[in-house]
């Protein structure tokens, strides 16, 4: 795929004064990223903030594009290390000097999900100019260092949906209107459909997500049943990379609308869910019980981002920019038990 050439236009005040994070990532214990929203002249200004010592302090890094009137270029961040990085949803942007400076990569429709892992960077998109998509999606693939990219021949994926990686192996959950797509790659070279093992778990259970340990121990996040602001959640455990996986003994609580999945080791893994509250649902025993780390009866300003960066460190992003109480940068630094709220 070919870039379009472009530039980041300032309108920071160049720190982070009224910053609020939109997104997280972080390629190590001590260094991670974090894009927010920021006061400028603009409709949105997009900022990056950047820090070294495992977010114990931030120093401001670049503007990022700004958006045109009544659109939103970006969303989300991430970087594969400190130099390479994306921010995406719907637009693509990729910088190669640690978030200095970025150029927009041409894409076939909006941009779902990014993600790096051992020197590859994949994204999920539409095949169209905007949703919703009838042709569907495509799943492309680049090295961390260039903008060559390139799509995943042989699979068939939807145009929304989320990517998981460990080391070389690839998860990829796609939806559509006609229910969920799981493909996987233990390699990134050989591919294969996995049929959706929630149905058999649970009657209207849908397959969300995937929060690997290694290259074949996941965790998979099913969900559904919806009602008055709640629904079924249930996690299966798989050691063969998804091809065949069992419930674990307890399910995370019913209410909230099922976010994301992630896992800190084979017995930590937590879930995100929001609906008239906010919830992180945190499992220290593979699934045999689970309890509420973070729960805020709030409206529903909802967890994005939830991850593991160790098996004792992580990070989440609580609520959004635009709402009366600030989105925050939440980290935990045991295992996901307490969260607690960044300071910029």
């Not at 290390?81 to 637009?91: E, I, S, V």
């Not at 894409?107 to 998509?133: H, I, K, M, N």
């Not at 797509?181 to 070279?189: K, L």
């Not at 455990?237 to 995370?252: C, L, V, Y």
Request: negative net charge.
């Amino acid at each position: 795929m070919s870039s379009v050439s472009a530039t980041a236009v300032a309108g920071a005040a160049g720190d982070l004064a009224g910053f609020a994070p939109m997104s997280v990532t972080f390629v190590s214990s001590q260094d991670g990223f974090v894009l927010g929203q920021i006061a400028c002249p603009s409709t949105i200004c997009y900022g990056l903030a950047k820090t070294t010592d495992g977010g114990r302090s931030w120093t401001f890094v670049a503007d990022l594009p700004v958006a045109p009137a009544n659109s939103q270029p970006i969303t989300k961040v991430r970087f594969a290390d400190a130099r390479d990085g994306w921010a995406f949803g719907p637009q693509l942007w990729a910088t190669h000097d640690g978030g200095v400076t970025w150029k927009q990569m041409a894409q076939p429709g909006p941009v779902a999900d990014v993600e790096a892992s051992a020197g590859v960077v994949y994204a999920l998109a539409a095949t169209c100019g905007a949703q919703p998509c009838a042709g569907g999606g495509r799943l492309s693939r680049a090295v961390v260092a260039t903008d060559a990219w390139a799509a995943v021949p042989g699979i068939a994926v939807k145009p929304s949906g989320t990517i998981a990686l460990h080391g070389h192996a690839v998860w990829v959950v796609s939806g559509g209107d006609n229910g969920e797509v799981f493909v996987a790659s233990a390699d990134g070279a050989s591919w294969h459909v996995i049929a959706d093992p929630c149905p058999a778990a649970g009657a209207d259970l849908q397959i969300g997500g995937v929060a690997p340990v290694s290259t074949s121990a996941v965790f998979l996040l099913c969900a559904g049943n919806p009602g008055a602001g709640s629904e079924s959640k249930l996690v299966l455990f798989s050691t063969d990379g998804g091809a065949t996986s069992h419930a674990t003994t307890a399910a995370p609580g019913r209410g909230g609308i099922a976010g994301g999945i992630a896992a800190a080791s084979a017995s930590v893994v937590a879930v995100s869910a929001q609906s008239g509250a906010s919830w992180i649902y945190r499992s220290g025993t593979a699934g045999r019980s689970w309890t509420s780390a973070f729960e805020r009866g709030d409206g529903g300003l909802g967890i994005g981002d939830l991850g593991f960066t160790t098996s004792t460190q992580g990070v989440a992003i609580y609520g959004a920019p635009g709402n009366s109480d600030p989105s925050q940068l939440l980290m935990t630094r045991d295992a996901g038990a307490t969260w607690a709220p960044v300071v910029f």
